[in-house]
């Protein structure tokens, strides 16, 4: 069977999909892995390395695309990468990619990928079973991009993070709110802690206040706490009256605080608002909000994708794929990951595709001509996405 690893072509993308060692288990276990020659440059894996580990380098793409039994990628199949290249063109009948496609919010994609027969897996659709966690490519990207968030925040700030005691005298602690104590957030708590940083951190499911003080913050959450976890542990949205007391909450605290890193998503919905221009006028001069959901809208009402914007004396950081950002780490994890998911797929070889498991079902997203997902299903049907 032949597994195909390409070049990410999507501008910025450093990741690769699969790293030498993991390269070097599959041979072993009797598959044929293929990449792209330089498919690794970015997070500084060399051909030699992949060659090294017993795959085949291959320059033509079209020919790693169309030999492939099972295609594996970091980001959705591109329509206009690189120099214009189109991977949709690539992909032939009956192919299996697995990567993290977005499918609520890709609904051309989706639709594309259904016309043309792909087999498609969307490791963003994973069920949050203790089963899955191996292959849980979204909590290990989340990883990163908590810990990367607080490292930009320190390089933005004009402070330090701890308190110093200096031949000047002694410079307070900084004070850091995280919103949203998913895996990125309980990320850049400890990352804040560990830079010394005195830490907040808010969120309205209370599950995790035991998490947010174990790591030596301080726990904030509405008062009465309203019920706002949703399916597998996600945070689900809030009425409007909840929403209300949620932002009074915060702007209590953002107008005391030097950093704020924001992470609240909702799974195929755009980004709660959760600090409003009001919010960022109250705030110190100087002060400092990342916003982690910058690319599905921003957690902050100031925030632009891709840039770094001041207003009112606050500097609001929209950063996109932080993970590409530290690729070498991230593709090592994003490997293993996509790996523990493949050999589900794969028996003695051979592709095996059993949709009795709840795994490989709750991820399939296109199969046979058909989108095959329920709930993609009804949001590409109904024009949503």
Request: proline share 5%; charged share 20%.
């Amino acid at each position: 069977m032949i597994i195909a690893v390409p070049k990410e072509i999507v501008p910025g993308e450093r990741r690769v999909a699969l790293v030498p060692d993991v390269v070097k288990r599959s041979v072993a276990d009797g598959l044929d892995v293929r990449v792209e020659r330089g498919a690794g440059e970015g997070a500084l894996l060399p051909d030699e390395e992949f060659a090294a580990a017993g795959a085949t380098l291959v320059s033509d793409r079209a020919a790693l695309w169309g030999e492939a039994d099972v295609v594996l990628k970091v980001q959705p199949p591109a329509a206009n990468g690189a120099g214009g290249a189109n991977e949709l063109d690539l992909l032939r009948e009956g192919v299996v990619l697995i990567g993290v496609l977005r499918p609520l919010v890709s609904g051309d994609l989706v639709r594309e990928l259904a016309r043309r027969k792909v087999t498609s897996f969307s490791l963003d659709a994973l069920p949050r079973i203790t089963r899955a966690q191996v292959m849980d490519v979204l909590s290990s990207m989340s990883t990163v991009t908590g810990y990367k968030a607080v490292l930009l925040a320190a390089s933005t700030s004009g402070k330090f993070f701890p308190m110093l005691v200096t031949a000047a005298g002694t410079l307070r602690p900084a004070r850091v709110l995280v919103l949203g104590a998913g895996v990125a957030g309980l990320q850049a708590i400890a990352t804040a802690r560990r830079l010394g940083g005195i830490v907040s951190a808010f969120d309205v499911r209370p599950a995790v206040k035991e998490q947010v003080e174990s790591l030596g913050a301080r726990f904030i959450a509405p008062e009465p706490t309203v019920q706002a976890e949703g399916a597998g542990g996600y945070a689900k949205e809030l009425s409007e009256e909840q929403h209300r007391k949620e932002l009074e909450l915060i702007h209590e605290h953002v107008r005391k605080t030097d950093i704020v890193i924001t992470t609240a998503l909702v799974p195929g919905r755009r980004a709660p608002v959760l600090i409003t221009e009001a919010m960022v006028q109250d705030m110190p001069s100087g002060a400092v909000i990342v916003d982690l959901a910058a690319e599905a809208g921003g957690n902050c009402a100031l925030t632009e994708a891709g840039r770094d914007v001041v207003r009112h004396g606050v500097t609001v950081v929209g950063p996109v794929n932080l993970p590409a950002t530290m690729p070498t780490h991230a593709s090592q994890m994003y490997a293993r990951n996509v790996t523990a998911f493949l050999q589900l797929l794969v028996k003695d070889g051979h592709l095996a595709l059993n949709f009795e498991d709840e795994i490989v079902a709750g991820t399939c997203i296109t199969h046979d001509g058909r989108v095959v997902h329920d709930a993609v299903r009804r949001t590409v049907e109904g024009g949503n996405a």
